[in-house]
């Protein structure tokens, strides 16, 4: 059973840069798509960023373009979200999901989610 851990989250200031991780065990991740994924208090899960395992077919949301960067480390299983520059609106519990179907990852129908990690951005 596919199981994925988060860290990293915490009480960041504007303009922070801090890295999510995300630990990937249970099967072998080699041919799924990899993504992050962010709820805001009050607001629905969006898509925030998604690669192929392989580091390919990179995506990220307009609201996060030029400053997140998704990449793995396939020696540690692990998929990172390099976050810049960020705002209080980036504010919000991140989520690392998996899908062995692009489309269905980008669209957040998986049943792989890890728990959550809280980013709390300070003006």
């Known amino acids: 059973q596919a199981q994925l851990v988060e860290s990293g989250g915490g009480l960041v200031q504007a303009g922070g840069s801090p890295r999510l991780s995300c630990a990937a065990s249970g099967r072998t991740f080699s041919t799924w798509t990899m993504g992050w994924f962010r709820q805001a208090p009050g607001k629905a899960r969006e898509f925030v960023a998604s690669s192929y395992w392989s580091g390919s077919n990179t995506n990220y949301a307009d609201s996060v373009k030029g400053r997140f960067t998704i990449s793995r480390d396939s020696a540690k299983n692990t998929v990172y979200l390099q976050m810049n520059a960020l705002k209080p609106e980036d504010t919000a519990v991140y989520y690392c999901?998996?899908?062995?179907?692009?489309?269905?990852?980008?669209?957040?129908?998986?049943?792989?989610w890890g728990q959550g990690t809280q980013v709390t951005v300070s003006s």
């Open positions: 999901a998996a899908h062995p179907v692009f489309v269905k990852l980008l669209r957040g129908e998986t049943d792989y």
